[in-house]
């Protein structure tokens, strides 16, 4: 259910102003929700501000991260960081995120424990990629995420490991686009998954080419708690599709793209952040146990 107050953080909320604050991965950090903004400001120069709410519906933008793209070729400042995802592990932060470029997109990784000092690991992809959330557990030993190929302006998600988060391998396809027509031409993952009594509860986006572009869906699976890699059941409709304005009108319309998932508020409820239209970030809850059941 989308919330009344949508959309929670827009533009005119970013200190100076910005052209859009979209795509920001989501968690909880001393008694409060953190959201790590992806911003351009006016001048269209990337940002990732630091945004925090008691309630996980009012939130104060702080500061700015400090965390900027890469001064090497080809990653210069114009071709963009966004879409960020943070995985709580212990009590370190691990934030991915992407940094675009003409010659394909890569994720960076970074890790924070206090959202004021960041340290950086470096890539943890080769290009094309575009989306990764790592699991909040180590697996069998191993650290596990899912990613998402851009192969062709399209992608499926896939499953790989790692001893020390940078060293990637034993990479294996989870779900491929097409399943349903909602999700035909590209998926990859949104939120870190959510551990659950009944599995990994994965929310993911999903795309369909329309007359006039993609229009991007959200949805959700569960994953085997010991085995990642196998899915144990999948929602087959989308669980928000762009209806509301602010999603179907914006720098890219018809638009929800989920990137953080926190329980937080009452016994069992999921708030899910998702981009709007490429402009604004929004929420909507859901009962982890009707998102589980909907799954299976």
Same mark, same amino acid.
């Given at each position: 259910?989308?919330?009344?107050?949508?959309?929670?953080?827009?533009?005119?909320?970013?200190?100076?102003?910005?052209?859009?604050?979209?795509?920001?991965?989501?968690? *909880?950090?001393?008694?409060?929700?953190?959201?790590?903004?992806?911003?351009?400001? %006016?001048?269209?120069?990337?940002?990732?501000? @630091?945004? =925090?709410?008691?309630? +996980?519906?009012?939130?104060?933008?702080?500061?700015?991260?400090?965390?900027?793209?890469?001064?090497?070729?080809?990653?210069?400042?114009?071709?963009?960081?966004?879409? &960020?995802?943070?995985?709580?592990?212990?009590?370190?932060?691990?934030?991915?995120?992407?940094?675009?470029?003409? !010659?394909?997109?890569?994720?960076?990784?970074?890790?924070?424990?206090? *959202?004021?000092?960041?340290?950086?690991?470096?890539?943890? &992809?080769?290009?094309?990629?575009?989306? #990764?959330?790592? *699991?909040?557990?180590?697996?069998?030993?191993? !650290?596990?995420?899912?990613? %998402?190929?851009?192969?062709?302006?399209?992608?499926?998600?896939?499953?790989?490991?790692?001893?020390?988060?940078?060293?990637?391998?034993?990479?294996?396809?989870?779900?491929? %686009?097409?399943?349903?027509?909602?999700?035909?031409?590209?998926?990859?993952?949104?939120?870190?998954?959510?551990?659950?009594?009944?599995?990994?509860? @994965?929310?993911?986006? +999903?795309?369909?080419?329309?007359?006039?572009?993609?229009?991007?869906?959200?949805? #959700?699976?569960?994953?085997?708690?010991?085995?990642?890699?196998?899915?144990?059941?999948?929602?087959?409709?989308?669980?928000?599709?762009?209806?509301?304005? !602010?999603?179907?009108?914006?720098?890219?319309?018809?638009?929800?793209?989920?990137?953080?998932?926190? @329980?937080?508020?009452?016994? +069992?409820?999921?708030?899910?952040? !998702? +981009?709007?239209? =490429?402009?604004?970030?929004?929420?909507? &809850?859901?009962?982890?146990?009707?998102?589980?059941?909907? #799954? @299976?």
């Amino acid at each position: 259910m989308r919330h009344a107050n949508n959309p929670l953080i827009k533009p005119s909320d970013i200190p100076g102003g910005a052209a859009c604050v979209f795509n920001s991965g989501a968690t *909880f950090y001393q008694g409060k929700v953190i959201l790590l903004l992806s911003v351009w400001d %006016r001048q269209w120069v990337p940002h990732f501000y @630091v945004a =925090d709410s008691a309630d +996980g519906i009012h939130f104060t933008v702080s500061h700015d991260s400090g965390i900027a793209p890469p001064g090497e070729f080809p990653y210069v400042p114009h071709e963009g960081i966004f879409d &960020t995802r943070i995985t709580e592990l212990d009590g370190r932060y691990l934030i991915t995120y992407n940094v675009g470029s003409s !010659y394909g997109g890569r994720i960076m990784l970074v890790e924070t424990r206090d *959202f004021v000092k960041f340290s950086e690991f470096g890539f943890i &992809t080769p290009p094309d990629h575009r989306n #990764c959330v790592i *699991f909040p557990e180590i697996i069998k030993g191993n !650290y596990v995420r899912l990613e %998402r190929q851009n192969v062709n302006d399209a992608g499926d998600i896939y499953i790989s490991r790692s001893p020390d988060l940078i060293h990637w391998g034993r990479t294996e396809l989870l779900l491929a %686009r097409n399943a349903r027509y909602w999700e035909s031409a590209k998926i990859g993952p949104g939120a870190p998954p959510i551990k659950t009594d009944k599995g990994w509860l @994965v929310i993911y986006h +999903g795309a369909r080419s329309g007359m006039n572009g993609y229009i991007y869906n959200a949805g #959700c699976l569960l994953l085997d708690l010991e085995d990642p890699g196998r899915i144990v059941g999948k929602c087959q409709e989308p669980i928000l599709s762009p209806q509301a304005d !602010y999603e179907q009108v914006g720098i890219t319309p018809n638009v929800v793209f989920p990137t953080g998932a926190v @329980v937080h508020g009452q016994p +069992g409820e999921l708030k899910v952040y !998702y +981009g709007a239209a =490429d402009t604004v970030m929004a929420m909507a &809850t859901g009962e982890i146990s009707e998102l589980t059941a909907a #799954c @299976v």
